[in-house]
């Protein structure tokens, strides 16, 4: 890229996400899309990198023209900075809880110690500061992070608390990486308003699938426009919905790339139309413009359930009258997924139409399942019910198929999160962490909030193999 294209962007985001900035009015072509700053970061005496997020609830954003609403956010008004480190750091996050509620930040999508990941066990009480540690040690990938309080989920990542966290990895494919310019993360979330611009928040706690909004923020902006400067943009999807599942693809049609889901690259780039993202799921994308072309990123829906239904513009793209050369797409992205071994454990989860998995709810104090370190399971997920999805912490996993069909070729990298369509099975070859914690747990639920808010959840531990009957399946005498 262009020296001047690298100082005007520049230039537009170094502000801490200021919401407004560049609203402009309605029915005209919309705002630009905001960016969220990169996230700094000072490396303290023992090389850890250090990352201060501050959780607060006195943000004041403008998403519509001429009107402000109250939102929270992390380090600014709304959302928060984008985390990015590379594979082999230590990082250390110190999250401060500013808002008057109890909270906890989750980094889903990270592989790490059970009492790092910010699940319920790790509550930040108001005013107090919590400090996770770990090593960086897992694939290039676009993770997330989240409040995850036990039954108060939905409202605070509502409200605006989420933020990404991308891993680099050295020596990867070259891929598009100049953060805002040709890297662009794109966190989709619906909203609902009411006339005074505040936050609609009635069914967040309510219905069968919890908030489904009208309007769609991108990044916190409202109609956003995105100027593309270069041939090839790498977008980062990221549905941070509550409940709201997207088929994102173009106007026009046009065929683009996938490179990366949830939780790494694909083995090669996969030529698609139209992927379906469901909420905590990811997706990076590579989409190819010709100069001075205008298009819109988009989601059709389908009545297969509430959660899918609609059509909605996401992004328009407007391409400049002269972009900066790319290069191809390498063909070959990432190593090949390892096929499940010869009699590995098969575990089943049935989701339930009441926000049940296998009949019960979350309870804080009980474990589920217990996991020997470092292995490799088949999970089979079945659904009898409605729409839910399934997300599972301190793992990645790879699906094997869904009610036995091999599963879309977009959908075939490395997940921690996947969408399970109302009436369907999905089986899920799953790699565990490393890190035993017999009394740390790790979480496994529906990524629709409100029905991991009304229970829809298990815990997992992981032991040293060979300890899983001695493990005490209660944490009484933990919280
Ligand atoms: Cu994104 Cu258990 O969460
Ligand atoms: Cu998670
Ligand atoms: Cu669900």
């Known amino acids: 890229l262009t020296a001047a294209v690298a100082t005007a962007f520049t230039a537009g985001c170094t502000s801490e996400h200021v919401p407004g900035s560049a609203a402009s009015g309605p029915g005209t072509k919309g705002a630009a ?14 090389g850890y990198k250090v990352f201060r997020l501050t959780l607060q609830a006195d943000g004041r954003s403008r998403f519509l023209p001429g009107l402000t609403t109250a939102t929270w956010g992390i380090n600014g008004a709304y959302l928060g900075p984008t985390v990015r480190a590379t594979r082999g750091d230590r990082v250390r996050m110190v999250i401060t809880n500013r808002t008057p509620d109890p909270s906890t930040l989750h980094w889903h999508g990270m592989l790490l110690p059970a009492a790092m990941d910010g699940g319920p066990h790790q509550m930040i009480e108001p005013g107090a500061t919590w400090s996770p540690q770990w090593t960086l040690d897992q694939p290039a990938s676009s993770l997330w992070f989240h409040p995850h309080p036990h039954e108060a ?3 605070q990542v509502y409200r605006g608390l989420a933020g990404m966290f991308l891993v680099d990895e050295p020596g990867g494919p070259k891929l598009p990486d100049t953060y805002g310019v040709d890297d662009i993360p794109l966190i989709i979330q619906d909203k609902r308003f009411h006339e005074d611009g505040s936050l609609d928040e009635d069914d ?40 709201r599942v997207y088929q994102v693809g ?30 905590g799921e990811r997706a990076e994308i590579v989409v190819r413009f010709t100069a001075g072309e205008e298009t819109v990123m988009n989601s059709r829906g389908d009545d297969s359930s509430d959660i899918q239904e609609g059509d909605f513009d996401l992004l328009r793209l407007e391409a400049a009258p002269t972009l900066a050369a790319s290069p191809p797409l390498p063909a070959a992205l990432a190593q090949p997924a390892a096929r499940p071994p010869a009699g590995a454990t098969v575990r089943t989860f049935e989701l339930s139409g009441t926000h049940n998995i296998d009949g019960t709810k979350m309870d804080m104090n009980r474990i589920d399942t217990v996991v020997p370190a470092g292995a490799r399971e088949i999970w089979e997920v079945r659904n009898n019910g409605k729409a839910h999805n399934f997300h599972v912490h301190g793992a990645d996993f790879r699906i094997l198929d869904r009610a036995g069909q091999p599963p879309q070729r977009y959908e075939t990298g ?49 032991v040293k193999p060979g300890t899983e009957q001695q493990t005490s399946r209660t944490l009484t005498g933990m919280d």
């Not at 899309?33 to 023992?46: E, G, N």
């Not at 980062?236 to 409940?243: E, F, G, I, Q, T």
């Not at 683009?256 to 139309?273: C, M, N, Q, R, Y």
């Open 250 to 279: 173009f106007s026009d049609g046009r065929t683009f790339h996938v490179v990366g889901t949830d939780s790494g690259l694909t083995e090669h780039p996969i030529a698609v139309k139209r992927l379906t993202l469901s909420p």
């Open 153 to 155: 989920t939905a409202v």
């Open 204 to 243: 967040v706690d309510t219905g069968p699938y919890g908030f489904l909004g009208d309007v769609i923020l991108i990044n916190g902006t409202y109609r956003p426009v995105f100027k593309v400067q270069a041939q090839s943009v790498r977008f980062r999807l990221l549905n941070a919905s509550s409940a």
């Open 33 to 46: 899309l905001r960016i969220p700053r990169l996230a700094r970061s000072s490396t303290d005496a023992d």
């Open 414 to 462: 490395p997940k921690d999160t996947v969408f399970v369509p109302p009436n369907s099975n999905v089986r899920l070859a799953v790699n565990f962490t490393r890190y035993t914690d017999p009394t740390g747990p790790y979480m496994y639920h529906c990524h629709i909030l409100r029905h991991e808010d009304k229970g829809m959840m298990g815990q997992f531990v992981v």
